[in-house]
């Protein structure tokens, strides 16, 4: 809450700004659960790699050209120049290409449902540094939406006959740079713009993937497909621009353990798109996936809106004795003014 500012206008910005992360969020589930169901095709015509290259040298081009762009580059300490480099690695290289490898190796959904773990991960290592406290019943949330997700995307045989050796273990390591990611990016945000973590690491990682890879900068005639074609411009303006930056400005508001947690509802845009358009069925058993996911999601956020709807209780413990301190979401209002490409 702001100096000066009554509680009833504290509660209504908290309010506004959870529901401006609450949209953020959803918008980003669509997207990115869509982008498994997009890139299936793609990613068995092209290499995973040649496809990274392109996607992040064009999405680094279109940024480069923009004049905009460049008020990025102001007041960044040195010390945020090193992380947002480790982030454009992190994210950019890293996490992007372990990724596109696992979906050219497995099937969507059992790739989304070991991703699934990524916000249990997150709140754990957040539990363990002692920046969240969670009530018993929302771990219990956390485990039925990973349960969920399980019943969501399992198959008659058992999703784990569509896991080759090698699709497995890009998944998990997948799994393992998310995690990383996600709290690197909470980091960042707390003293950058949100436009300066989106964009500045996208520019650093497709600059680094050029230069590694030089000859995977064009699209060779012979693969100028529209399936490709749709897939890039999907990849770069909507999953990568539009998506990235939401879901950063996701993670200021909500934090990283809501951001991410709220992001297992992937499965359920992925599972539609893959019965409306891989044509995939869908069995009684994924819908009572779906349903328990509900539930998990209801077990972690009601205490919430029933304790406040204005507060978080996820909050570190006080001695006794002390009242309660509210958690701010971002104390110093740091970043409050988005300057360059797009607006908060």
């Not at 790699?49 to 300490?77: E, Q």
């Not at 996490?95 to 991960?121: E, H, N």
């Not at 890009?170 to 990383?180: E, N, Q, R, T």
């Not at 980091?187 to 600059?207: E, H, K």
Request: proline content about 8%.
């Amino acid at each position: 809450m702001c100096p000066g500012m009554s509680r009833e206008e504290g509660e209504l910005l908290e309010f506004r700004r959870a529901v401006s992360g609450a949209l953020a969020i959803g918008t980003v589930i669509v997207i990115w659960g869509f982008h498994y169901i997009v890139l299936f095709h793609p990613l068995r015509l092209i290499s995973p790699g040649r496809y990274l290259t392109l996607r992040f040298f064009w999405a680094s081009l279109f940024l480069l050209v923009l004049p905009p762009f460049y008020r990025l580059f102001r007041n960044i300490p040195l010390r945020q120049w090193v992380e947002l480099f480790a982030l454009g690695l992190l994210s950019i290289v890293w996490y992007q290409w372990s990724f596109l490898k696992a979906v050219a190796l497995m099937d969507p959904l059992p790739l989304v449902m070991i991703l699934s773990l990524g916000p249990i991960l997150v709140g754990v290592v957040r539990r363990l540094r002692k920046e969240e406290v969670f009530l018993p019943v929302q771990w219990f949330g956390m485990i039925f939406v990973v349960l969920g997700t399980g019943f969501l995307l399992s198959r008659p045989w058992g999703p784990a006959s569509h896991l080759g050796g090698n699709g497995f273990a890009w998944a998990f390591l997948c799994l393992f740079l998310f995690v990383c990611q996600t709290l690197l990016v909470r980091r960042l945000v707390s003293n950058l713009t949100i436009g300066q973590v989106t964009f500045l690491p996208i520019v650093i990682g497709g600059a680094g993937l050029s230069l590694m890879n030089p000859g995977e900068i064009l699209l060779p005639p012979a693969d100028r497909t529209e399936t490709v074609i749709v897939a890039l411009l999907y990849s770069i303006f909507l999953a990568l621009f539009l998506a990235y930056f939401l879901w950063n400005a996701a993670i200021r508001v909500l934090g990283p353990t809501q951001a991410s947690l709220w992001s297992n509802a992937q499965p359920l845009v992925t599972a539609l798109g893959a019965y409306f358009i891989l044509g995939e069925p869908l069995s009684f058993r994924q819908v009572g996936g779906g349903i328990l996911m509900a539930i998990g999601f209801g077990l972690f956020f009601v205490p919430i809106l029933s304790n406040d709807p204005y507060r978080m209780v996820l909050e570190p413990p006080v001695p006794d004795g002390s009242p309660p301190l509210p958690l701010e979401m971002d104390p110093d209002r740091k970043g409050e003014k988005e300057e360059g490409v797009g607006v908060r």
